[in-house]
């Protein structure tokens, strides 16, 4: 089963990622992630990457489309897998389109998070992350257990540099416009659009409502795999 995971910044893409691929064993592939282990390990695409990420922009679509070949190619994706943040542009989503054929994998299926802009700009700014291992928080709705600090591994939490107001508008406008017109490539498939403004464990039960009769194709992927 592929999943795409799609929604404005700040929708709670990240905290439903890791509850859905912790059920159902298939890895989460954030290109967001995956970008800034590239800047951080200072590799060219990194480079590349850095300020227009920092400026809410969106990474080119030959670079992001090449990274995400590369990570979906690997053998732990044979069952399936889940995508967070890609396809962010019309182009991005026909080029999956063509490497899920190649792949012989099936359609994905599309679970949009809907949340109102004005919801998501405070939600972004009491966001804070672990650099260590990616785990997200939210001060208002998920603290961590002691203030400042990751609940796994007891680092102290960041906020992402995107994640400052005047960039969050711009990422949120970059949604708008190039983002949203993906999903009208979607609107034959398997497309479920969710309510992202509950909390995480009415989402999540929503979405294992929807995937729980999809179930058997990722038994027979892993059984054959
Ligand atoms: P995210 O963590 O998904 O919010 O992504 C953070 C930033 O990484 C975005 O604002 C973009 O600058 C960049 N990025 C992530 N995924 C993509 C993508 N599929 N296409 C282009 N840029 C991306």
Redesign the pocket.
């Known amino acids: 089963m592929v999943l795409l995971l799609f929604g404005p ?1 700040g929708c709670g893409k990240g905290t439903q990622s890791r509850l859905i691929t912790s059920w159902l064993k298939i890895p989460a592939i ?4 995956m ?2 282990a590239e800047i951080q390990a200072g590799t060219a695409l990194g480079q590349a ?1 850095q300020s ?2 920092a400026g ?4 080119g ?1 030959d670079l ?1 489309n090449e990274m995400l070949l590369q990570r979906v190619s690997k053998p732990d994706c044979s069952p399936g897998f889940l995508l ?6 019309v182009e ?1 989503a026909e080029y999956l389109d063509r490497v899920l054929d190649d792949l012989k994998m099936p359609p994905a299926v599309v679970l949009h998070l809907d949340v109102p802009n004005d919801a998501l700009v405070g939600r972004m700014s009491s966001r804070r992350q672990c650099p260590k291992c990616s785990r997200v928080y939210n001060l208002l709705h998920q603290p961590p257990r002691v203030a400042g600090l990751c609940d796994d591994d007891a680092t102290p939490l960041i906020t992402r540099k ?1 994640d400052r107001e005047e960039v969050v508008r711009a ?1 949120l406008e ?1 949604y708008d416009c190039l983002t949203r017109p993906v999903l009208a490539h979607y609107q034959h498939t398997d497309y479920f659009q969710i309510r992202g403004d509950r909390s995480p464990g009415y989402i999540f039960e929503e979405i294992s409502g929807i995937l729980e009769p999809r179930l058997g194709n990722v038994q027979q992927a892993m059984e054959a795999g």
């Open positions: 910044p954030s290109t967001g992630e970008l800034r990457a227009i990420m809410g922009g969106l990474v679509d992001v967070d943040g890609y396809p962010r542009t991005q995107d990422r970059m």
